[in-house]
């Protein structure tokens, strides 16, 4: 799956609750580049907050930080970096 498969940064569902009243739990998210690893937040205060490993065929690769805001229904960035491979 390409960063393209993921794509959106807004949640599934549009930030509305089902019919039923409970709200979906699927969102999604585009990362400008393909990835290469994830790992969620093991903060109790941040629950829906990820790391971001990019796949880059270069020295210089990305690890983004993004966090779902529940108000609005979408993942949005948080802080992007550099890291060096290897």
Known sequence: MDAKDSVNGTSANGGEEAKDGSKKDI?????????????????????????????????????????????????ENVVTFDHNYP
Not at 34 to 48: A, E, H, I, T
Not at 58 to 64: C, L, R, T
């Open 27 to 75: 969102y999604t998210y585009e990362s400008n580049w393909l990835l290469y690893g994830m790992s969620f937040s093991v903060r109790q205060d941040k629950p829906y907050r990820l790391a971001l490993g990019s796949f880059i065929e270069d020295h210089n690769n990305k690890v983004e930080i993004i966090q779902l805001d529940e108000n609005k229904g979408q993942f």
